[in-house]
């Protein structure tokens, strides 16, 4: 199913013995446009610490009301590493998180969630092989998951951005300004981000339209520019956001 990150804004998360807090932003790899983690805000129990929380952890999301459920205690968030919320997630963090819970790490292999296809958790992991070995589809080809294996995957740097940071960027077509970043739609099995949600602002009042993360150029982080390889007139035919289209599961063939 797709939804958007604006979905998982407040959602609730409880853990299996008790509330954790709500989700307050989502990080994401800009170099594969894939969610990696859920920052979620813990309530007074922990005294509003921020911790991070992988999609491997999630067991369900109840869209309608708006709740997470995750296969983690209390307990092991309390005892996961601690997140500096005032500087980017390094490498480093990653791998020490990734080492607490077991998780294997996304950046070491060929697929989206590294030697797997989806962030199917801890508990599953063992029970499914890797891609090419009998690993479950779930609909679909292994081809159509995996990636190049390139040098920055594996350097010590991290590619993770926040969605609060990166909406409201301005949307630069090839040809000038076309509007600014609204929204991220993505997929709930892989947490991949399929389309990019621009609104046309004044140059195409009112309309906001999909676009597939493909057509992203360059991203200039202090400027909070996002540059396109299309025209404008490109984005004005690109398909509308829309709650129908969304019913539709719209994704690039």
């Known amino acids: 199913?797709?939804?958007?990150?604006?979905?998982?804004?407040?959602?609730?998360?409880?853990?299996?013995?008790?509330?954790?807090?709500?989700?307050?932003?989502?990080?994401?790899?800009?170099?594969?446009?894939?969610?990696?983690?859920?920052?979620?805000?813990?309530?007074?129990?922990?005294?509003?610490?921020?911790?991070?929380?992988?999609?491997?952890?999630?067991?369900?999301?109840?869209?309608?009301?708006?709740?997470?459920?995750?296969?983690?205690?209390?307990q092991q968030v309390i005892d996961s590493p601690s997140l500096d919320a005032d500087n980017p997630?390094?490498?480093?963090?990653?791998?020490?998180y990734h080492d607490y819970y077991g998780y294997p790490y996304y950046w070491k292999g060929i697929y989206?969630?590294?030697?797997?296809?989806?962030?199917?958790?801890?508990s599953e992991a063992s029970a499914y092989p890797a891609p090419g070995a009998g690993a479950p589809r779930r609909g679909d080809s292994a081809e159509k998951w995996e990636r190049p294996v390139e040098g920055k995957r594996h350097s010590a740097d991290s590619h993770l951005r926040s969605s609060n940071d990166v909406i409201g960027h301005d949307a630069i077509a090839s040809d000038g300004p076309i509007g600014s970043v609204h929204n991220f739609v993505f997929d709930d099995e892989s947490w991949a981000i399929r389309h990019l949600v621009v609104r046309t602002g004044n140059w195409f009042p009112g309309k906001r339209v999909l676009l597939w993360p493909q057509h992203?150029?360059?991203?200039?982080?202090?400027?909070?520019?996002?540059?396109?390889?299309?025209?404008?007139?490109?984005?004005?035919?690109?398909?509308?956001?829309?709650?129908?289209?969304m019913a539709t599961h719209y994704v690039r063939e």
């Open 216 to 245: 992203i150029q360059r991203i200039t982080w202090p400027e909070r520019e996002v540059y396109l390889d299309i025209t404008r007139q490109e984005v004005k035919a690109s398909p509308e956001y829309t709650h129908q289209i």
């Open 112 to 122: 989206l969630w590294g030697p797997l296809m989806y962030p199917i958790s801890s």
């Open 1 to 74: 199913m797709l939804h958007d990150v604006k979905e998982l804004e407040g959602c609730a998360v409880g853990a299996t013995d008790g509330e954790l807090g709500a989700v307050k932003d989502v990080y994401f790899d800009d170099l594969h446009w894939i969610i990696r983690y859920l920052v979620v805000e813990t309530g007074g129990w922990l005294s509003g610490r921020k911790v991070l929380i992988s999609p491997r952890a999630v067991r369900c999301v109840a869209w309608d009301s708006h709740v997470m459920d995750v296969e983690l205690t209390r």
């Open 89 to 96: 997630v390094s490498r480093q963090h990653e791998t020490d």
